[in-house]
């Protein structure tokens, strides 16, 4: 990195955080701290959803998770726009009727108070959880690319986003996250458009997407009920439906940011917003990674994007055959060029392409050779290398002071959703469990301090995963599978809550306990791909509430009609 990166680095990253806790100072009350005075319009709210879920993990993993497998993880997000009408049609004018700040209140009228705090609970475990990982994702990659130590970028990422969090409440993440959007959106759209621009004279985009899909990395729709397959459109119709209904409509992270709105209506276009905007964003990220595999079809490519994975080697005794495999991959790409340059130019089309095919095979072999490499030279490197593809181009293929703007937009992502988590966990936590539970005669002042002291507890905790975490196998995977353990559970709750009168508190609290165990034991077990859980899990606690209700349900209930 050149000084002129460093500039923009850090001049985009101190203008955030300056700018959120200049401009929200001064909350005097729970409602002006937690909903943000219900200022928003629905513009600032859609950002802020779409903010709240793009993470850095999203800008570092989904290039790489297209890279090597093509675009159909974008199937994922279908079912976000049918969550999105459901959730406008039914949540967003129940919470603004009862007038709640978390999403959770509305249990204890339906049920009662033990229902709304293990709800909430369940929310702080899996939510808090993630907010470690937002932190980790950015920092783990960023020092292995850099060389720069762990442990201090958990604790900057951390602590940036704790002095604005702590300061302005839920209207700081809103207004700091239009600012983000607008300089993530600026650097996706820079990187794109420079990675087409880098692709040899006569390779056109519309020739780049042919030699993407060539080498099947434009299969974008699965319509095949195979369970196996872990992204298909059933699963992000159905499965992610089922998501997106339980993070949208349930998760304290979103719905503080539609509660902040001016009004129903400016809620409801809020989500509507970032429901049409959502599956195109993602579909255009994913685009990026394809267009770096296309890239690198001209261009050397390391065996392993993890530059540890290099280091390893080089100071071990399977360097000499690593070396081998290079050659072998050089090799590799050095005909299938040829075959590309063939296939693109209309000579034996369907032989340049079985050949592209082939090769790309032995590509794939080569690679997974290299895995085995490292992984007997130190079995503690992480040799899944997606997280690294497009950080790797970033840093060694584009000009002086882009590299510093893509970096600003991976920390400004990581913030802007670690700023979510940290304000959506300290309001439940001052709200559902504090004031409830334990002080419930306060004022108004003391409620904000309460709200501000958990935002500081939760960024430490935060900060403490992020240093204690490990690279799972992808982490835009890890945090929809922890998101699937959990969200089923919750949505189903409030599908009960909703919909079926006579199941009271008591079964549906030992309903939730029962499907948790059940849900994490058949994750652990793989019983079904991640997105089947929400589904599984939804449906188990309502069934077990109905069969449970007539053996334990009271016969008293908060008679509180909607």
């Keep these: 990195m050149q000084t002129i990166d460093w500039i923009v680095l850090i001049g985009t990253l101190l203008f955030i955080v300056l700018y959120g806790s200049w401009k929200t100072r001064g909350s005097k009350n729970v409602q002006e701290y937690?909903?943000?005075?219900?200022?928003?319009?629905?513009?600032?709210?859609?950002?802020?959803?779409?903010?709240?879920?793009a993470s850095a993990i999203t800008f570092l993993s989904t290039p790489g998770q297209a890279?090597?497998?093509?675009?159909?993880?974008?199937?994922?997000y279908f079912g976000l726009p049918i969550a999105m009408v459901v959730i406008c049609m039914i949540f967003i004018p129940l919470y603004h009727k009862l007038n709640v700040y978390t999403a959770y209140e509305y249990l204890e009228s339906r049920f009662d108070l033990k229902t709304r705090s293990l709800t909430a609970i369940l929310f702080l475990i899996q939510r808090g959880l993630a907010a470690g990982i937002t932190i980790f994702a950015p920092a783990i990659i960023l020092s292995a690319v850099l060389g720069w130590d762990l442990t201090i970028l958990n604790i900057i990422i951390g602590v940036?986003?704790?002095?604005?969090?702590?300061?302005?409440?839920?209207?700081?993440?809103?207004?700091?996250?239009?600012?983000?959007?607008?300089?993530?959106f600026t650097g996706m759209f820079i990187a794109f458009f420079l990675i087409v621009s880098y692709l040899p004279e006569g390779v056109t985009f519309s020739k780049a997407l042919d030699i993407a899909g060539a080498s099947g990395k434009m299969e974008i729709l699965d319509f095949s009920f195979n369970l196996d397959n872990r992204y298909t459109f059933w699963s992000g119709i159905i499965g992610g439906s089922f998501l997106a209904l339980s993070y949208f409509g349930t998760d304290q992270s979103q719905v503080q940011r539609y509660l902040s709105g001016k009004s129903i209506k400016e809620s409801q276009l809020g989500l509507l917003f970032n429901g049409l905007l959502k599956v195109p964003m993602q579909f255009f990220i994913l685009l990026v990674g394809v267009m770096v595999f296309v890239f690198y079809q001209f261009n050397a490519s390391p065996l392993n994007f993890n530059p540890k994975a290099k280091e390893v080697i080089s100071n071990s005794e399977y360097v000499v055959e690593y070396d081998r495999l290079e050659n072998e991959l050089k090799d590799i790409q050095t005909r299938k060029e040829a075959h590309i340059h063939n296939y693109i130019s209309k000579k034996e089309t369907e032989k340049s392409r079985n050949a592209i095919v082939a090769l790309n095979d032995a590509d794939k072999k080569v690679r997974d050779a290299a895995k085995e490499l490292i992984t007997k030279a130190n079995a503690n490197v992480e040799t899944n290398d997606k997280d690294y593809v497009f950080i790797h181009f970033i840093l060694n293929n584009l000009p002086r002071g882009l590299i510093g703007l893509l970096l600003?937009?991976?920390?400004?992502?990581?913030?802007?959703?670690?700023?979510?988590e940290l304000n959506a966990l300290a309001s439940t936590t001052a709200i559902d469990l504090y004031k409830r539970n334990?002080?419930?005669d306060k004022d108004e002042k003391h409620y904000v301090n309460a709200s501000k002291f958990f935002t500081l507890v939760w960024g430490i905790l935060a900060?403490?995963?992020?240093?204690?975490?490990?690279?799972?196998?992808?982490?835009?995977?890890?945090v929809n599978i922890i998101g699937s353990i959990f969200y089923g559970n919750v949505l189903g709750i409030f599908l009960l809550a909703f919909f079926i009168k006579f199941v009271h508190s008591n079964a549906t609290f030992v309903a939730a306990i029962i499907t948790q165990v059940i849900v994490i034991?058949?994750?652990?077990?793989?019983?079904?791909?991640?997105?089947?859980?929400?589904?599984?899990?939804c449906f188990l606690v309502m069934i077990i509430a109905i069969i449970l209700q007539p053996i334990v349900g009271s016969s008293s209930r908060n008679q509180l009609e909607y």
């Design 34 to 53: 937690i909903r943000g005075g219900n200022e928003a319009k629905w513009w600032t709210i859609g950002l802020s959803v779409m903010a709240t879920q």
């Design 67 to 76: 890279f090597h497998s093509g675009m159909g993880f974008v199937q994922f």
């Design 160 to 184: 940036l986003v704790i002095i604005y969090t702590v300061s302005g409440g839920t209207k700081a993440v809103s207004v700091t996250q239009k600012q983000q959007m607008a300089i993530i």
């Design 408 to 420: 600003a937009v991976i920390l400004s992502a990581a913030m802007s959703s670690t700023a979510s």
């Design 438 to 440: 334990v002080k419930e």
């Design 463 to 478: 900060i403490l995963v992020a240093c204690f975490a490990n690279l799972f196998d992808n982490l835009i995977q890890l």
């Design 521 to 537: 034991f058949g994750w652990y077990y793989d019983w079904m791909p991640y997105l089947w859980l929400n589904l599984f899990g």
